[in-house]
Every structure is written in structure tokens, then in C-alpha cells.
């Protein structure tokens, strides 16, 4: 017969790097079950938003960027980190101006997920901004080339399918999307 399952107790942690983006922690946990400590390595990020920015036309206007981690192209929604003291909802307003110079009266959530708990803390939230107008232009970070593709979304899941839509966050905003509209 197996033990219940128990969470692990947080004993200590050491910031070992500040990258900017992120902070690179060890962290020691007792077992619940007793034993020694152990130490795991954990990322502590702020939280993540995407938008899914639907049109009257059920187009989703995307964006196409270079991505350093995987050296390429990806085409993706707009997204990015909540700032310190920033709410997901003002995250994500201020990404898809930044990204592309559009602005939504109607932002809903359709849910959050763990990017990756083995080694995350974060969240990563995902909006739909319905029928958003263009208020000025896009005006993203230093470190951003961004071109806007506007893609049909019942293309979507083909695009997906292809290989053209690999962003694993970008997936799981889409699938959001297909349950809350599956939904109403």
C-alpha cells in the first residue's frame, strides 16, 4: 500500500543568479515522509500573459518574431512578463499595445497555467481581446523585431498541426480559447 501523498517542507533557498528576467534559486526541501534535505533548482520568474487578439472576422492578429532561445522565427500572440506590482489583466493590455499598437475594450480571461512546475514558480495567464482597433503603432522593446500576421483562426489548428505555431505557451493559449468559445 503507498503512502498518502504529502507536500515536501521548504527549509531554505539561495538566490545563485539575478538574469535579468529571471532569478536562479536552490532551494532545500525536507521529504515528507522523513529523510535528509534536498536541494532542487528552481526559476523564479514574474508572471506571464498572452492575448489572443480576435477580430469581427475571427482573424487573430499574431505576431512573427526572432527567438533567441531557439534561434528562429515563431508566430505567436502577443505576450510577455507582468512588471513588478502589474496585474495580468494591465500586463496584457500593455503587451498588445506595445506589440501591436492595438487596444480592446473587451478583455476576458480564459485561464492560466504553469509553464513549468518542475523548475518555475510562475504563472502564465492568457486574454482574449475582442475586436481590437488599432490606436497608434507598434512600439515593442529594444530587443524585438516584430511583424504582424493577421491568421484566419480556423486555420489555426492546421498552422499548429504544420509545425508554423510551436510555441508551447501560444498552444495552450489557443486550446484555452477553443474550450471557453466550446463553452458558449
Known amino acids: 500500500m503507498s503512502r498518502p501523498l504529502a507536500p515536501w517542507r521548504r527549509?531554505?533557498?539561495e538566490r545563485l543568479q539575478d538574469c535579468r528576467v529571471f532569478d536562479v534559486e536552490r532551494v532545500r526541501f525536507e521529504p515528507p515522509?522523513?529523510?535528509?534535505?534536498?536541494?532542487?533548482?528552481r526559476i523564479?520568474?514574474?508572471?506571464w500573459v498572452n492575448v489572443v487578439p480576435l477580430d469581427a472576422n475571427d482573424e487573430v492578429l499574431c505576431v512573427r518574431q526572432y527567438r533567441?532561445?531557439?534561434?528562429?522565427?515563431?508566430?505567436?500572440?502577443?505576450g510577455g512578463m507582468c512588471d513588478p506590482?502589474?496585474?495580468?489583466?494591465?500586463?496584457?493590455?500593455?503587451?498588445?499595445?506595445?506589440?501591436?499598437?492595438c487596444s480592446s475594450a473587451e478583455l476576458?480571461?480564459?485561464?492560466?497555467?504553469?509553464?513549468?512546475?518542475a523548475l518555475q514558480s510562475n504563472?502564465?495567464?492568457?486574454?482574449?481581446?475582442?475586436?481590437?482597433?488599432?490606436?497608434?503603432?507598434?512600439?515593442?522593446?529594444?530587443h524585438e523585431e516584430i511583424e504582424l500576421v493577421r491568421v484566419p483562426l480556423a486555420d489555426v489548428d492546421r498552422r499548429i498541426a504544420a509545425g508554423e505555431i510551436t510555441h508551447a505557451l501560444?498552444?495552450?493559449?489557443?486550446?484555452l480559447l477553443a474550450t471557453y468559445r466550446a463553452k458558449r
Open 68 to 78: 533567441f532561445g531557439v534561434e528562429d522565427f515563431t508566430l505567436e500572440v502577443p
Open 108 to 117: 476576458e480571461l480564459l485561464g492560466w497555467v504553469h509553464p513549468n512546475p
Open 123 to 142: 504563472r502564465c495567464y492568457s486574454f482574449l481581446a475582442r475586436d481590437p482597433r488599432q490606436v497608434g503603432a507598434p512600439a515593442g522593446d529594444p
Open 170 to 175: 501560444v498552444v495552450t493559449a489557443f486550446q
Open 44 to 47: 523564479e520568474a514574474p508572471h
Open 85 to 101: 506590482g502589474e496585474s495580468p489583466e494591465t500586463a496584457a493590455r500593455r503587451e498588445l499595445l506595445e506589440e501591436t499598437g
Open 11 to 13: 527549509i531554505g533557498a
Open 33 to 41: 515522509h522523513g529523510g535528509p534535505p534536498e536541494a532542487f533548482f
